[in-house]
């Protein structure tokens, strides 16, 4: 069992704007003004599929080099639904990702 | 139903740098010395429990207004432990947030 422990630190200042740090590194992060932000940054959405890209793209590489497979570019695009309705009040449903 | 739909794209840039955008925005993303980065960004880890942190910061927001809860401050600090066995072939488990 090799383990990392990671760490991050939100805090929310004005609105819906946060800032979120992990060691020495800081973003800001928002919600579109048709989710009621500032649009300043990511939001937290966003930020979620981005990480999950970020990592295939890691992970990606690193078994490239393993199987010595040869490319000239690596990109993900991804894209997540967010179904506000349990937010709202307005359906008995979880926040999902499809 | 409510939906939003978001979107990212990343690319991998040199070694394990990854420029991940969503929108108008970029960040870019490393890994830590320690997990063979340049650890010029957080890593995706750090991203993801920064992305959690921030939504629970952003409906905290929302549900102190609609429950007229007063706040001074709002932080959320999140750790994440990454076991590694599996991505370096050296047990038999999934990749796990503990």
Chains 1, 2 share one sequence.
Do not use: W
């Not at 937290?44 to 040869?70: D, H, N, R, T, W």
């Not at 570019?73 to 639904?81: Q, S």
């Amino acid at each position: 069992m090799v383990v990392s422990v990671f760490k991050a630190k939100t805090t929310l200042q004005k609105q819906m704007v946060v800032e979120v740090q992990a060691r020495q590194y800081a973003i800001k992060i928002d919600e579109p003004k048709e989710l009621v932000g500032t649009d300043i940054g990511m939001n937290p959405v966003e930020l979620v599929l981005a990480s999950l890209g970020a990592c295939q793209m890691i992970a990606a590489q690193v078994y490239a080099k393993k199987f010595k497979v040869a490319y000239d570019e690596l990109h993900v695009e991804i894209e997540g639904d967010l179904d506000l309705d349990d937010f709202s009040d307005k359906g008995d449903v979880r926040l999902v990702f499809t």
